[in-house]
Each structure stands twice: as C-alpha cells, then as structure tokens.
C-alpha cells in the first residue's frame, strides 16, 4: 500500500468523541489551502456509516456551506433522524470553530429485488490504451510555477486516466463531455461501507472542471472564482474501487455564475454503479 494510499485511509478513520459526534483530521487531502469538498462528504459519511451497523446507503445529499480549514480538525455531529423497517435516514453536520462547513443528509436501504434497467457504458478507450495523470503532471511540471510545483506532482491515493486530458496552463475551448477511468488499488478487501466512502471521497474529481472545459478554463488560471455547491450521489451497485471504473461526466448548462455537472459511474465491464449531481461555483474574476 501507498502512503498516499494509507494517508487518505487515516483521514476517513474518525475518531469518536461521543454517541453521535464524531472528529475527522483536516489536512493531508488533494488541497492545502481548504480541504478538498469529497473529504468532507467522504468523512461526513463515514459519521453517518458509525451509527447504521446493518444497511448500506443508496443515496445522500450534501450542502458546502463554508471552505474548510485543513490546519483544523472537523467535528461531526449526526442527527439519527429515523430508523425505519427499510429505510434509515441520517443528518450530518460538519463543523470547525462553531460554523457548520457542510450539512449531508444520507438515507439507507436494505437489500431489495426489483426491476432493473440502466444506460449502457459509453464507448471510450480502455485504461491500458491511456496515459496516467501522473505521467502528464510531471511532463507539464517544469511549467507550473516553483511553489506549486510539489503540490501538482505529488503522489495521489487514486490512479486516474483522463480520456481527452487538457493541457492545465494552455487550455482550449472544448466539449463538457469528461471521461475518466479511476481506481484505487488499496480498496482492495475493503467492506461495503468503505467502498462507498471511498468512491464519494473521488466523486469530487474533475466534476466541476466539465462545466470550465467549454470556456477554456481550468483551475491553474486565475480567471475564475470555483468552488463546489451542493452534491448529490446515489449508489445503485456494490462497490469494488480497486478495480478500474469510467466516470463519465458532463455539463448541461452554465449561466448565472454557477455550473451544473453529472457523472456516472461504470465497472469496466459496464455496470451502472452511481449517479452524481453537482453545481458550482464558476464566477468571473474582475480586474
């Protein structure tokens, strides 16, 4: 295992303090500045996961309401709101210094058979065929300003290949449509629960960014003010994160400062696994 890879698993390892609060670490995600918005979800999920021992959840609803201070810790308090014979619902609020930063709602199922139907896996290169995240920021590394340097090359806990990957520095107006293949080796003999976390913590990745591809945006431009709004998820399949998964993402629509994203997410050999809903933050910057 990585200690990328061991890094992110103590952050979604939270400590608990009472019956129903719970405290995450801060620092150590994919930003030094504020912490990453799929670690909060990710951990405020984790809070939610501690006090529903028997049920997996199907879906949450998440509100970024204050940028997170990584030099903090972050405390989680869960409101146990129902306790159903299906279904079991939880509230979560993520605080620092007194001030909510985030509200998560999540709701639990228990394993029913129904009717199924899905859309098909979209037709893009296979992982093998593409060259890793990796591998393009330490070709455009010499070209990212000294202090930031570390930070863009850094090792990350999740292999990441980009379909049409955009040059960071140089970028071109193209389709919102944005295809990645992700995985994380480590997941690897995880539970259920932690699979789920897991996958929350990467829903985050390059989901807004669909909404800056048609503008020739990308956060290494100081153009734009981003920042996540609200997200959404809803598991509809287990979850194995150490095997490849397609999320498939884009951008409907743009206006008004903000940005509206989806995702989907595919095994390789095609099965549905999640939905993802996200608007953001995309407001010009004015000299």
């Known amino acids: 295992m990585t200690d990328a890879a061991l890094i992110l698993l103590n952050l979604l390892d939270l400590e608990r303090l009472d019956r129903n609060l719970y405290r995450g670490i801060g620092s150590g995600g994919e930003t030094p500045t504020r912490i990453y918005g799929g670690q909060v979800i990710a951990q405020a999920l984790a809070a939610a996961y501690a006090t529903v021992p028997d049920r997996l959840c199907h879906s949450l609803h998440a509100y970024f309401i204050r940028a997170g201070d990584p030099s903090l810790p972050v405390i989680y308090e869960v409101d146990p709101s129902r306790d159903g014979g ?12 007194g001030k909510q930063i985030l509200n998560l709602a999540a709701s639990f199922h228990i394993s029913e058979s129904g009717w199924q139907h899905q ?12 060259v890793s995240r990796a591998e393009q920021h330490s070709q455009h590394a010499h070209r990212i300003e000294s202090s930031q340097r570390t930070e863009f090359t850094r090792e990350r806990p999740f292999e990441i290949r980009e379909v049409d990957p955009r040059d960071p ?25 932690l699979q789920h976390i897991l ?3 990467a829903s985050d990745f390059g989901l807004l960014g669909s909404a800056l591809r048609p503008h020739g945006l990308t956060w290494y431009r100081p153009e734009a003010m981003t920042a996540s709004l609200d997200h959404t998820m809803w598991f509809h399949a ?15 629509f743009a206006g008004g400062g903000r940005g ?7 095994t390789q050999d095609g099965q549905l696994v999640a939905s993802v809903a996200q608007e953001g933050l995309m407001r010009p910057l004015r000299s």
């Open 199 to 201: 996958m929350a913590y």
């Open 238 to 252: 287990p979850v194995h994160f150490e095997n490849w998964h397609l999320y498939s993402m884009d951008s409907p």
């Open 260 to 266: 509206f994203n989806r995702g989907s997410i595919y």
């Open 119 to 130: 859309h098909s896996i979209p037709n893009v290169p296979e992982p093998d065929q593409l």
């Open 169 to 193: 520095l140089n970028p071109v107006e193209t389709s919102d449509i944005n295809h990645m293949w992700i995985r994380m080796e480590a997941a690897k003999g995880a539970n259920p629960q």
């Open 86 to 97: 299906s279904f079991t619902t939880r509230r979560v609020v993520a605080m620092q210094n």
